[in-house]
């Protein structure tokens, strides 16, 4: 004999049978039954039937906070809908009753649905002609509120929440179906943890926040009152209104239920009755512009956070999808920024170059053997604001075209779609360093006329020879015989496209994609491929263009004696539940490093570093003067690095290092290029690494560079 599929009175006669539901449920169920459509009895039963029997539940959407590297400074949150999940016994026990007492007095009595609920909301809107009563109970509303959560198509999310009998009729279903699975304390969490306060508050701990700037289990009861009030019409009863009537009638509504339930005694209801409505409203941050006022210049640093997460595979199949996870995905993150480097680098930045200046002047700070990013400073505001922004500095431009000063959000340091600046000399480190691979010694030695003739062919110009191109020195005191020591100390032009010609452009083209520079101007990606890069002699003197970032990747490397790290914002990344977040078996906030240089080759590059800062080679001599011999003055400790100005003095930057740290600083105009910075800010980036080096450094070691070994020096 053939099994006949039970009817919807059969499903329901099964579920009587096993204590489910009473009688006066059943009958209840005929309100919501025979008004689905019009369509009569069977028509019900099919649509009943056709419903899911168990309630999918997906993770609610959390709020991501975001910390400076003390794992205590708040930096900023990422959220859609504000919300952090805490468990019960973390709530005070008046919101708990506040809500069961507003909300669904019977709670504790039911099995997901109120027989004596749904019987009078029935014959209250049969008398109305309409829905006047809802008969929902706190399981019932939780079930709505998984199901918005967990709606994927925005014909979902309206069947979740929209008011029809067919919606009531799926919410009792899986009401009793989750009053079977989970505990009334397990459903009382997961509805304060869902529901919806107003002002972008989701769940009870977004909520104390907002409205008391305070935690869950710190409410009084005339805060938890006032809060339970809000679920049933947020903004009906909104107390951040001028009007508090509304809210403090709702408010005292709850707290006369709680009476009735016994939750509080009559002294107390009356006297909380009588208290006034005192807020502390909180407005959360969200993103990068919400980064306190008093920690604003970490608005870059984080900007450049939220770009680094974005090409993260681990959160996502695009930058799309990364980014919605991080609003999503309720992580805890301790970034790498130290706020004590940091403030230092802003201190000597904003001293030699104010925020209302047109040129930017900017500093990095990395640490060598991890590639964390300790600090991103410039002069400027991480804002959005740019009424009183000063007149760009292009006089091309529309008399009324404001300039990115001293407001702006562009990542002037690193990260997003800028191209960066002209690197100018610092870009002779990459041809050094082809040609030491290449086992060419320090000791190689080239007579660097005053302006050379090369090899390279160029466009016509003003360091062309008819179809050469011939560069120049910045001086006639560099003419003579130079070896990598003095020819990298004193900045020598000529000697180093003699070098370069001898290892080949591209090998130092190569060098610097190795060490983590990345082409993005239509010109530089041309010019830096295979067909172009052989010819691209003026490459060795910096007219590509790269970011602050990347430089100051570039000589932390040698300072961790050729380990390249990937510049890295984060020191952990936490999931919801407290695991740290991982990625194909390795943590995402561990550093990612591999040997990129040899020891020898790295130690050889810093041993001619040296002559620049006035410390001085250990294995070759510098000759009578280097480029930036302030730097080890002012420092007072073993140090190495790079100066790089560009012709004309468009930029300035300087690029120093030690064992422990690296940093790069820069001056230039980001809204014009032509702008010349001029000589007068020449020194300026030189100074402001050698002083905040200083400071970060006070009271550590003073750690030696060591030497290379004869292979390279002669």
């Given at each position: 004999m053939t099994s006949r599929p039970l009817t919807v009175v059969g499903r329901v006669a099964l579920l009587i049978r096993a204590g489910l539901i009473s009688g006066l449920v059943l009958a209840g169920l005929s309100y919501p039954l025979a008004a689905l459509g019009g369509m009569g009895v069977k028509a019900g039963t099919e649509a009943l039937e056709a419903m899911p029997e168990e309630l999918t539940e997906v993770p609610t959407a959390q709020t991501t906070y975001v910390y400076a590297s003390d794992g205590k400074t708040l930096l900023t949150m990422f959220y859609e809908e504000h919300r952090k999940q805490i468990p019960l016994k973390q709530m005070s026990p008046y919101i708990t009753k506040a809500i069961v007492a507003s909300e669904d007095s019977r709670f504790y009595e039911h099995n997901g649905v109120d027989a004596k609920g749904?019987?009078?909301?029935?014959?209250?809107?049969?008398?109305?002609?309409?829905?006047?009563?809802?008969?929902?109970?706190?399981?019932?509303?939780?079930?709505?509120?998984?199901?918005?959560?967990?709606?994927?198509?925005?014909?979902?999310?309206?069947?979740?929440?929209?008011?029809?009998?067919?919606?009531?009729?799926?919410?009792?279903?899986?009401?009793?179906?989750?009053?079977?699975?989970?505990?009334?304390?397990?459903?009382?969490?997961?509805?304060?943890?869902?529901?919806?306060?107003g002002h972008r508050a989701y769940g009870i701990f977004a909520a104390s926040q907002v409205f008391f700037s305070k935690t869950p289990n710190n409410l009084t009861l005339t805060e938890a009152a006032l809060l339970?009030?809000?679920?049933?019409?947020?903004?009906?009863?909104?107390?951040?209104?001028?009007?508090?009537?509304?809210?403090?009638?709702?408010?005292?509504?709850?707290?006369?239920?709680?009476?009735?339930?016994?939750?509080?005694?009559?002294?107390?209801?009356?006297a909380a009755k009588k208290a006034k409505i005192k807020l502390r409203l909180t407005v959360p941050p969200n993103d990068c512009v919400s980064v306190p006022r008093v920690h604003n210049d970490w608005g870059f640093f984080c900007d450049y956070f939220k770009s680094w997460w974005r090409e993260q595979p681990a959160f996502g199949r695009n930058p799309q999808e990364r980014e919605e996870n991080l609003r999503r995905g309720g992580y805890r993150i301790v970034t790498s920024i130290d706020p004590t480097i940091q403030a230092y680098a802003m201190e000597h930045v904003l001293d030699k170059e104010r925020r209302t200046s047109p040129f930017a002047h900017g500093q990095v700070v990395i640490q060598p053997g991890t590639g964390r990013v300790l600090s991103m400073a410039v002069n400027r505001r991480y804002s959005l604001d740019q009424e009183n922004n000063g007149r760009h500095s292009d006089w091309r431009q529309d008399r009324d075209t404001k300039g990115n000063y001293p407001n702006t959000v562009n990542p002037l340091l690193g990260g997003g779609d800028m191209a960066g600046y002209q690197a100018g000399s610092t870009f002779k480190i990459f041809t050094m360093l082809a040609a030491l691979e290449a086992k060419m010694p320090l000791s190689?030695?080239?007579?660097?006329?005053?302006?050379?003739?090369?090899?390279?062919?160029?466009?016509?110009?003003?360091?062309?020879?008819?179809?050469?191109?011939?560069?120049?020195?910045?001086?006639?005191?560099?003419?003579?015989?130079?070896?990598?020591?003095?020819?990298?100390?004193?900045?020598?032009?000529?000697?180093?496209?003699?070098?370069?010609?001898?290892?080949?452009?591209?090998?130092?083209?190569?060098?610097?994609?190795?060490?983590?520079?990345?082409?993005?101007?239509?010109?530089?990606?041309?010019?830096?491929?295979?067909?172009?890069?052989?010819?691209?002699?003026?490459?060795?003197?910096?007219?590509?263009?790269?970011?602050?970032?990347?430089?100051?990747?570039?000589?932390?490397?040698?300072?961790?004696?050729?380990?390249?790290?990937?510049?890295?914002?984060?020191?952990?990344?936490?999931?919801?539940?407290?695991?740290?977040?991982?990625?194909?078996?390795?943590?995402?906030?561990?550093?990612?490093?591999?040997?990129?240089?040899?020891?020898?080759?790295?130690?050889?590059?810093?041993?001619?570093?040296?002559?620049?800062?006035?410390?001085?080679?250990?294995?070759?001599?510098?000759?009578?003067?280097?480029?930036?011999?302030?730097?080890?003055?002012?420092?007072?400790?073993?140090?190495?690095?790079?100066?790089?100005?560009?012709?004309?003095?468009?930029?300035?930057?300087?690029?120093?290092?030690?064992?422990?740290?690296?940093?790069?600083?820069?001056?230039?105009?980001?809204?014009?290029?032509?702008?010349?910075?001029?000589?007068?800010?020449?020194?300026?980036?030189?100074?402001?690494?050698?002083?905040?080096?200083?400071?970060?450094?006070?009271?550590?070691?003073?750690?030696?560079?060591?030497?290379?070994?004869?292979?390279?020096?002669?």
């Amino acid at each position: 004999m053939t099994s006949r599929p039970l009817t919807v009175v059969g499903r329901v006669a099964l579920l009587i049978r096993a204590g489910l539901i009473s009688g006066l449920v059943l009958a209840g169920l005929s309100y919501p039954l025979a008004a689905l459509g019009g369509m009569g009895v069977k028509a019900g039963t099919e649509a009943l039937e056709a419903m899911p029997e168990e309630l999918t539940e997906v993770p609610t959407a959390q709020t991501t906070y975001v910390y400076a590297s003390d794992g205590k400074t708040l930096l900023t949150m990422f959220y859609e809908e504000h919300r952090k999940q805490i468990p019960l016994k973390q709530m005070s026990p008046y919101i708990t009753k506040a809500i069961v007492a507003s909300e669904d007095s019977r709670f504790y009595e039911h099995n997901g649905v109120d027989a004596k609920g749904v019987a009078r909301a029935f014959v209250a809107n049969q008398k109305a002609g309409g829905v006047s009563q809802g008969a929902s109970t706190l399981t019932m509303q939780y079930v709505r509120m998984a199901l918005r959560d967990s709606a994927k198509t925005p014909k979902e999310a309206l069947e979740a929440t929209e008011q029809t009998a067919a919606r009531k009729l799926r919410e009792m279903r899986l009401a009793i179906e989750v009053e079977q699975r989970l505990s009334k304390e397990q459903i009382l969490e997961r509805y304060l943890n869902a529901a919806y306060f107003g002002h972008r508050a989701y769940g009870i701990f977004a909520a104390s926040q907002v409205f008391f700037s305070k935690t869950p289990n710190n409410l009084t009861l005339t805060e938890a009152a006032l809060l339970a009030g809000l679920v049933k019409a947020p903004s009906a009863y909104d107390p951040a209104t001028k009007d508090q009537r509304a809210a403090k009638q709702r408010r005292n509504y709850v707290i006369d239920q709680m009476l009735k339930i016994g939750a509080v005694t009559r002294a107390q209801a009356v006297a909380a009755k009588k208290a006034k409505i005192k807020l502390r409203l909180t407005v959360p941050p969200n993103d990068c512009v919400s980064v306190p006022r008093v920690h604003n210049d970490w608005g870059f640093f984080c900007d450049y956070f939220k770009s680094w997460w974005r090409e993260q595979p681990a959160f996502g199949r695009n930058p799309q999808e990364r980014e919605e996870n991080l609003r999503r995905g309720g992580y805890r993150i301790v970034t790498s920024i130290d706020p004590t480097i940091q403030a230092y680098a802003m201190e000597h930045v904003l001293d030699k170059e104010r925020r209302t200046s047109p040129f930017a002047h900017g500093q990095v700070v990395i640490q060598p053997g991890t590639g964390r990013v300790l600090s991103m400073a410039v002069n400027r505001r991480y804002s959005l604001d740019q009424e009183n922004n000063g007149r760009h500095s292009d006089w091309r431009q529309d008399r009324d075209t404001k300039g990115n000063y001293p407001n702006t959000v562009n990542p002037l340091l690193g990260g997003g779609d800028m191209a960066g600046y002209q690197a100018g000399s610092t870009f002779k480190i990459f041809t050094m360093l082809a040609a030491l691979e290449a086992k060419m010694p320090l000791s190689t030695s080239f007579y660097a006329p005053e302006r050379y003739y090369s090899r390279y062919i160029t466009a016509p110009g003003p360091a062309t020879c008819g179809t050469h191109w011939c560069p120049k020195n910045s001086s006639k005191s560099m003419t003579g015989r130079q070896t990598m020591w003095t020819g990298f100390g004193k900045s020598v032009n000529t000697y180093f496209v003699q070098l370069e010609e001898q290892v080949g452009a591209d090998k130092a083209i190569k060098m610097a994609e190795r060490l983590g520079l990345r082409w993005r101007t239509p010109v530089d990606k041309r010019l830096a491929t295979p067909e172009h890069a052989a010819g691209w002699g003026a490459f060795t003197l910096g007219v590509s263009d790269a970011t602050p970032v990347e430089m100051a990747n570039v000589f932390a490397t040698l300072a961790a004696e050729g380990m390249y790290c990937e510049p890295l914002p984060v020191l952990s990344i936490r999931n919801q539940d407290g695991s740290h977040a991982v990625h194909a078996g390795k943590l995402i906030g561990a550093p990612r490093c591999h040997r990129e240089l040899s020891t020898n080759v790295a130690r050889a590059a810093t041993d001619a570093a040296r002559c620049v800062t006035g410390y001085g080679a250990a294995r070759g001599s510098c000759g009578s003067w280097g480029t930036s011999e302030m730097v080890h003055a002012v420092l007072g400790r073993p140090v190495a690095g790079k100066s790089g100005t560009t012709d004309g003095n468009k930029t300035a930057w300087f690029s120093g290092y030690t064992p422990q740290l690296a940093a790069c600083a820069f001056v230039a105009d980001p809204d014009n290029p032509e702008h010349l910075v001029g000589t007068g800010r020449g020194t300026m980036s030189k100074f402001t690494v050698a002083q905040t080096l200083r400071d970060a450094l006070k009271g550590e070691p003073k750690l030696k560079f060591t030497p290379p070994s004869d292979k390279l020096v002669w």
